[in-house]
């Protein structure tokens, strides 16, 4: 986007196109809170991509447990299931979101 245009153009357009992208890449909304008319931001979305990959390859393992303090009043996820429910990444898979990066970059 930015080698076809103007110097002055990509300044002005791509810290726009990054901060829509941190958005509805994951990190601060739910997927499950976007709007319909919005969603499909998240699919042209490279840092979607690789935040849910993330999020699947370190939380996706069935076996992982955190311990929590019994007297913290702070929210308490006792395994990585409940962490990839928070962010309604249930169903990915690292894989199939690295290819579909790569498929944006090229």
Do not use: H, K
Request: aromatic residues 14%; negative net charge.
């Amino acid at each position: 986007m930015a080698t076809g245009m103007p110097i002055g153009g990509a300044l002005a357009l791509g810290p726009a196109a990054i901060t829509v992208f941190t958005l509805f890449g994951g990190i601060y909304l739910n997927m499950d809170s976007i709007p319909l008319g919005a969603n499909w931001i998240a699919y042209v979305d490279f840092i979607y991509y690789a935040f849910s990959a993330l999020c699947a390859n370190e939380f996706g393992d069935p076996d992982l447990q955190f311990t929590c303090d019994e007297g913290s009043e702070a929210r308490c996820l006792q395994d990585g299931a409940a962490v990839l429910d928070l962010y309604s990444f249930t169903d990915i898979r690292v894989g199939p979101q690295i290819a579909l990066q790569l498929v944006l970059a090229f």
